[in-house]
């Protein structure tokens, strides 16, 4: 079959863009709809392949072209090479992929000196003329005939310097005139031939010259960065189209236009235009064009039609559409239209607006939207017409943007925070026991450790911005200054974080603070009837759940309980547990907690108003609740020298008076002053007890220490070790679940224990739950419902699923481990180290702490669910580690039948969104449940 390389804007296939191209397709699109565009014709992506292969086009193009022009003739009335009515065209790039400006375009095709006249005649504006035709000259030269720039730069910067001007705007006509037989003259010495003033020669080099840009450097290299493959676009169409002209008087104009507010989402025509110009006149900014609005009173007859193609545009497209006008002599043309990119806050009410006018179903309305664009209305961000030059880029490990003076540990960050300072806490890597510090920092800066370092998973559990692994900033402790390149921060200096793109600036930018509209609430209703998956949140206190409620949790799916032992009246409760000699005195720190914990979990509970709630038993090493031996080393030598120090001062007095008792009376005063302050001093911190307790605790920080505590003592494996720790946090569950349910408090709670390995760690665990469970409702008298279950975050477990399933009612992913045990990489490290390198080469596609690994850690995974689900087919599966909260990975945690998503508060609306996308995805668009 004859193969059709050429086709008019009315014949082509408006939804064919793989043959089309993006622009050509909409073109198509648009003029058969009705729109008012200038007539015109695409080259198919087809004759591109075949032009490239051949280099020349393939038989019967160029014929199909010839007539294509004969017709563009019959329908403009104007003619191609004419000089009394002159049809002059764009020749265009545009594949099925958009790649802006990586291919080329060339304007006014059909100037050569005769038509130049027509134009000038018909525009009466012959430095138009003139502008056109030294431009059509330059961009022909560079694009078609390979003549480099800097030549034509150079013969325009003389004509300037000649004239004496510093701007192209202030050349007159005859000077662009000159330039303009310049620039042949150019292209003559450059290419050894004349500039070619047959119209349809130029159209012939033209359209070889925009397939050819197809395999330009530019655009080779735009689809290898964007992942743009054959299948997704293969060459360039080339659309012909009849220029129309916005400079020809005062009833011709240009403009560009949305059909809503892309910044609010207000459904109104937003934009706008300049009276008899030409649209680069737009873009350049050479004069400040008039807001749409006016042209209501400036140009009534073309405002009507624009609200027409408003309507128009919008009831086709049902979308917002982004789209490039011109007025010819009082004829409205619509040059191109594309879907309107929108902030964050205008997607959402145009969705939710969109569906209310019955332009589009709920589904297009959830469908529609980027999930991951929801996290700007969800936390403050940095003001959009902020400039600044970052100080550092670090990673950016919860989202959000915070400014406040930096101070370098966490007590300082509590006394100045309490005091209603705004502060940032910068550390190198912070620990548990820097909690309190978060609780009253605007934001955390670390310069080591990853996106699920410490950290950052406590930030974004808070909704606090944190940048981590900040490798740029040297922090010293003793001066309390930090050196980033030149520039020296000193504690109380302010600096601006943002948690969403990693950067860190001196000094305060404005922020502007995240809201909650009712559209969003409205929109989220809707996603939560469509989806199969839960969402839950993770959250370690009643203050989170709370929060995390507000985001629309619909539980608790990991609380990690050992945050509550870091605030400063528990950490050292807790150190007394660890340090402790016997059992007799562990049991007495442990009978201390008890209560404590007990509170914390009946405070969740409350919060969360018979939700589930998923506790998960201690999981760090305990050497994280203690100070650093570096550290207590350091404390011990310090006190030691004191000591020292302050004996030998204690003895001066007695020698001085002996060797000099004149000057022992001069001083006398002095000394006893300073003797009451070193024994006030001596009192607080030289006491020998104060050294053998730090001695005490150096020596069991040793003992503790291991190489690799990642995979050391740590998780299920202390529970064994230390049975009263997990006992008492068992009771401390079930005691809370039986006071609410006597306060008539609905409660679910879930116990999860971490780091299981084998069946047996998990049954020997599950019986101390049994026990305890027993006697509490015994001695509280009254029923409590308990799940048990474990996390999957060790690769054993997950081929153990099976069997597991047997002891659990429930499993949880902790992808944050399961991924680090499953690539060996550490979670800790690897972010600031090689996985950059290992994504910008191409070796792992995402960073996989990021975005759920499906091949690798996605299929240990999906042998989990279903092993586990033949043993026990009512096993509930969620996922609490950091990918809960990405869309992509949601997407697959729905594909594989999890049952919940488990995430920080504020990623909570992200995930509500992706999850029914999932669903949408899965059923085709249609709402299958609860709709
Ligand atoms: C995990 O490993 O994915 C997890 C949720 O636990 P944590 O991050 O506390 O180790
Ligand atoms: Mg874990």
Request: hydrophobic share 40%; aromatic share 6%; with cysteine.
């Amino acid at each position: 079959m004859k193969r059709q390389w050429v086709f008019a804007f009315e014949e082509g296939d408006g939804k064919n863009k793989m043959l089309l191209g993006g622009k050509g397709a909409n073109l198509c699109e648009m003029t058969q709809i009705g729109l008012n565009v200038p007539p015109g014709f695409t080259l198919t992506t087809e004759a591109c392949q075949a032009y490239l292969e051949h280099d020349e086009l393939p038989k019967g193009a160029w014929e199909e072209v010839l007539k294509s022009m004969k017709d563009l003739e019959k329908k403009t009335g104007k003619q191609f090479g004419g000089t009394d009515n002159p049809l002059l065209i764009s020749v265009r790039s545009g594949s099925s992929m958009s790649m802006p400006g990586m291919m080329d375009t060339i304007l006014n095709l059909g100037l050569n000196k005769a038509t130049l006249q027509g134009i000038i005649k018909l525009t009466n504006n012959p430095r138009f003329g003139y502008d056109a035709w030294r431009r059509f000259i330059q961009l022909f030269g560079k694009i078609a005939l390979g003549v480099e720039d800097k030549h034509f730069d150079d013969a325009m910067a003389a004509m300037k310097k000649k004239v004496g001007v510093a701007d192209d705007v202030d050349l007159k006509a005859e000077h662009l005139s000159e330039l303009a037989d310049q620039f042949a003259q150019i292209i003559e010495a450059n290419t050894g031939k004349p500039f070619p003033e047959d119209p349809y020669k130029q159209l012939e080099i033209a359209i070889g010259a925009v397939f050819r840009s197809w395999n330009g450097k530019r655009a080779i290299d735009y689809r290898r960065q964007f992942k743009i493959t054959r299948e997704m676009a293969n060459g360039t169409a080339v659309n012909i189209c009849t220029m129309v002209f916005g400079n020809m008087g005062n009833d011709s104009g240009t403009g560009v236009g949305f059909t809503r507010n892309p910044g609010t989402g207000e459904n109104m025509i937003y934009g706008e235009y300049l009276v008899n110009a030409q649209g680069e006149d737009v873009v350049a900014g050479i004069r400040t064009p008039k807001a749409i609005a006016e042209m209501e009173h400036d140009m009534p007859e073309i405002y009507r039609q624009l609200l027409e193609l408003h309507n128009r545009l919008e009831t086709h497209y049902k979308e917002v559409q982004d789209f490039e006008f011109t007025i010819e002599r009082g004829t409205l043309y619509c040059l191109q239209t594309r879907n309107g990119k929108m902030n964050a806050a205008a997607m959402v009410r145009t969705s939710v607006e969109m569906f209310k006018e019955g332009l589009i179903t709920k589904e297009k309305a959830l469908m529609r939207i980027d999930p991951a664009m929801l996290e700007q209305l969800l936390v403050p961000q940095l003001s959009p017409d902020f400039r600044g030059k970052p100080l550092a880029t670090g990673l950016p490990a919860s989202p959000g943007a915070a400014s406040g003076k930096i101070v370098f540990d966490a007590d300082t960050a509590e006394s100045r925070g309490m005091a209603g300072e705004k502060i940032i806490l910068v550390r190198e890597e912070t620990k548990p026991e820097d909690i309190h510090g978060f609780f009253q920092a605007q934001g955390i800066l670390t310069s080591r450790g990853g996106k699920t370092s410490h950290a950052a998973v406590v930030a974004r559990g808070m909704g606090k911005p944190c940048v981590s692994g900040c490798e740029a900033i040297h922090i010293n402790d003793i001066k309390r200054s930090a050196t980033i390149g030149d520039t020296t921060l000193h504690e109380g200096d302010v600096v601006t974080i943002d948690g969403g793109n990693g950067n860190v600036y001196a000094g305060e930018v404005p922020t502007v603070q995240a809201e909650f509209s009712h559209d969003m609430e409205t929109l989220l209703k809707w996603a939560d009837q469509v989806s199969r998956l839960k969402v839950m949140a993770n959250a370690d206190t009643p203050e989170d759940a709370l929060r995390a409620r507000g985001f629309g949790a619909m539980g608790i799916g990991l609380c990690r309980t050992e945050r509550m032992f870091n605030a400063t009246d528990r950490l050292p409760i807790v150190q007394e547990m660890i340090l402790a000699e016997s059992i007799e005195e562990r049991q007495a720190a442990i009978d201390r907690l008890l209560p404590i914990q007990r509170a914390d979990f009946k405070g969740i509970f409350k919060a969360m108003k018979g939700l589930p709630v998923t506790v998960r038993l201690m999981d760090p090493p305990l050497h994280e609740f203690l100070p650093t031996a570096a550290q207590l080393e350091l404390e011990i030598a310090h006190l030691h020298h004191l000591r020292d120090s302050l004996k030998a001062l204690e003895e001066l007095p007695e020698t001085l008076k002996l060797l000099n008792p004149k000057l022992y009376m001069q001083y006398a005063d002095g000394l006893t002053k300073l003797g009451r302050s070193m024994t006030d001093f001596k009192e607080g911190h030289l006491e020998e007890d104060v050294i053998h307790k730090k001695e005490k605790t150096l020596k069991k920080v040793r003992a503790l220490s291991e190489v690799n505590p990642m995979l050391g003592h740590r998780g299920v494996r202390l529970g064994i070790t230390y049975p009263e720790i997990y006992s008492m946090q068992i009771q401390a569950v079930l005691e809370a679940a039986a006071l609410c349910a006597r306060e008539g408090i609905e409660v679910h709670p879930e116990i999860m224990v971490p780091q299981v390995a084998t069946v047996e760690e998990l049954v020997r665990i599950h019986s101390y739950v049994k026990r305890i469970h027993k006697v509490v409702e015994l001695t509280h008298g009254i029923k409590v419902d308990v799940k048990f279950g474990s996390m999957l975050e060790v690769v054993r477990a997950c081929l153990r699923a099976g069997r597991m399933a047997q002891d659990a009612e429930f499993f949880s992913f902790g992808t944050n481990d399961l991924t680090q045990a499953t690539f060996s990489f550490s979670r800790e490290d690897a972010e600031n180290k090689f996985l950059p390198g290992y994504v910008e080469a191409g070796i792992l596609v995402d960073n996989p702490f990021e975005v759920l690994d499906q091949k690798g850690v996605g299929e240990l995974m999906k042998l989990a669910v279903s092993e586990g689900r033949k043993t026990n087919p009512d096993l509930k599966v969620g996922i609490c580690g950091e990918h809960g909260g990405h869309p992509g990975s949601i997407a697959f945690c729905h594909s594989i039948g999890l049952t919940y998503v488990s995430c920080s508060g504020p990623r909570v609306p992200i995930a509500r969104l992706a999850a029914a996308q999932a669903q949408l995805m899965e059923t085709g668009g249609a709402v299958t449940k609860n709709a």
